[in-house]
T-cell receptor, first 116, second 110 residues
Framework: DTAVSQTPKYLVTQMGNDKSIKCEQN?????MYWYKQDSKKFLKIMFS???????INETVPNRFSPKSPDKAHLNLHINSLELGDSAVYFC???????????????FGNGTRLTVT | GENVEQHPSTLSVQEGDSAVIKCTYS??????FPWYKQELGKRPQLIID?????GEKKDQRIAVTLNKTAKHFSLHITETQPEDSAVYFC?????????FGTGTRLQVTL
């Protein structure tokens, strides 16, 4: 039973198109994230939501818009796709951190986006 | 914000030898330091973590050490096996935002 599931696993599309990636977690966590992993394997945070509220928004182009309909779901919509958007996008979840504690991230299996 | 540096970027060891990966962090408020293993084509998975009130933690062949004064922490894998081959990421967090290192590709050769 997958704890963090994201769809689709692979996404191949042309420049200029709009696409969405969906993520769901059944761990009961309050916090969800989108990370981008580029071809050099760098893992960079894009967004973080805590109980449907946006709490982290890194310097990501406006073409990327996350949406969290409830605390178990965090979707990512990308407008006007560009070649540089090609990467693996990982959804993750965790219990919320406090000033004195953190909890591990649980990653989904990733969505490999290829823009041609 | 937090900046995490990780070395080496690639590491090749013979089966049975030890492997050490080192990370430094910049934010003295960071208090949580997890390590993730990512096998080819798979998701990163937590293998061990340490909090700032602890200097060392062990789990079978894996150990992590933390030096808060110097702001560095290390992953030690003993008696390496071929299945240890993967990319390893360190990370640091002062709160809910985790910043990852650039990764170390570990290759264990027979």
């Amino acid at each position: 039973d997958t704890a963090v599931s994201q769809t689709p696993k692979y996404l191949v599309t042309q420049m200029g198109n709009d696409k969405s990636i969906k993520c769901e977690q059944n761990l009961g966590h309050d916090t969800m994230y989108w990370y981008k992993q580029d071809s050099k394997k760098f893992l960079k945070i894009m967004f973080s939501y805590n109980n449907k509220e946006l709490i982290i928004n890194e310097t990501v182009p406006n073409r990327f818009s996350p949406k969290s309909p409830d605390k178990a779901h965090l979707n990512l919509h990308i407008n006007s796709l560009e070649l540089g958007d090609s990467a693996v996008y990982f959804c993750a979840s965790s219990r919320p951190g406090t000033s004195t504690s953190n909890s591990p991230l649980h990653f989904g299996n990733g969505t490999r986006l290829t823009v041609t | 914000g937090e900046n995490v540096e990780q070395h080496p970027s690639t590491l090749s060891v013979q089966e049975g030898d030890s492997a050490v990966i080192k990370c430094t962090y910049s934010d003295s408020a960071s208090n949580y330091f997890p390590w993730y293993k990512q096998e080819l084509g798979k998701r990163p998975q937590l293998i061990i973590d340490i909090r700032s009130n602890v200097g060392e933690k062990k789990d079978q062949r894996i150990a992590v050490t933390l030096n808060k004064t110097a702001k560095h922490f290390s992953l030690h894998i003993t008696e390496t096996q071929p299945e240890d081959s993967a990319v390893y990421f360190c990370a640091a967090s002062p709160g809910s935002k985790l910043t990852f290192g650039t990764g170390t590709r570990l290759q264990v050769t027979l």
